[in-house]
T-cell receptor
Framework: DSGVTQTPKHLITATGQRVTLRCSPRSGDLSVYWYQQSLDQGLQFLIQ???????AKGNILERFSAQQFPDLHSELNLSSLELGDSALYFC?????????????FGPGTRLLVL | AQSVSQHNHHVILSEAASLELGCNYS??????LFWYVQYPGQHLQLLLKYFSGDPLVKGIKGFEAEFIKSKFSFNLRKPSVQWSDTAEYFCAVSSGGSYIPTFGRGTSLIVHP
């Protein structure tokens, strides 16, 4: 158990819908990272928050957005869902944002868009 | 942009066989290197990491990796695999002062008992 929790574990929805994925970082960790893992793209970095502020952006679509709340949990919002958004979405956390820091990953949310 | 290549997509071994998984990256400057493992149905967890110093890094569960700067490589090794090593292995690299790693596509390892 990494100490990072993600809910829900599985999500099935239809095209055009909007979903929210939730992540709680390890106790004391200030950084939260979101990744998308799909068969054709591998593990892709989406976005990072540090202590409530957006710090780095990766291959995140405009239909996707995220935020980190004062209690440090984070939510990833996916809207106007398409079939291609079906993937495993991971959240990771670390204490700060130094290159040497280990990222601790959650169990992931498996999203299926029908 | 940094790219990470894991040449072996699927590896099948018998127990007690030796393992070497390849990882090559493209960036020629200062790099931070990681190997993560994902056991079936579980989250990614760190096996080992390299930032500086001894290029031979020891990790958990008997794994080690060697950083060869001239070859842009960070191969993962284990002298004798066990059935419990069956998992997906990911190499990741951050570079140029960035703390966001780029992941390889992963290598699926199956160990037959």
């Amino acid at each position: 158990d990494s100490g990072v929790t993600q809910t829900p574990k599985h999500l099935i929805t239809a095209t055009g819908q909007r979903v929210t994925l939730r992540c709680s970082p390890r106790s004391g960790d200030l950084s939260v990272y979101w990744y998308q893992q799909s068969l054709d793209q591998g593990l892709q970095f989406l976005i990072q928050y540090y202590n409530g502020e957006e710090r780095a952006k990766g291959n995140i679509l405009e239909r996707f957005s995220a935020q980190q709340f004062p209690d440090l949990h984070s939510e990833l919002n996916l809207s106007s869902l398409e079939l291609g958004d079906s993937a495993l979405y991971f959240c990771a956390s670390s204490g700060g944002q130094a290159p040497q820091e280990t990222q601790y990953f959650g169990p992931g949310t498996r999203l299926l868009v029908l | 942009a940094q790219s990470v290549s894991q040449h072996n997509h699927h590896v099948i071994l018998s127990e007690a066989a030796s393992l070497e998984l390849g990882c090559n990256y493209s960036y020629g400057g200062t790099v931070n290197l990681f190997w993560y493992v994902q056991y079936p149905g579980q989250h990614l967890q760190l096996l080992l990491k390299y930032f500086s110093g001894d290029p031979l890094v020891k990790g958990i569960k008997g794994f080690e990796a060697e950083f060869i700067k001239s070859k842009f490589s960070f191969n993962l090794r284990k002298p004798s695999v066990q059935w419990s090593d069956t998992a997906e292995y990911f190499c990741a690299v951050s570079s140029g002062g960035s703390y966001i790693p780029t992941f390889g596509r992963g290598t699926s390892l199956i160990v037959h008992p």
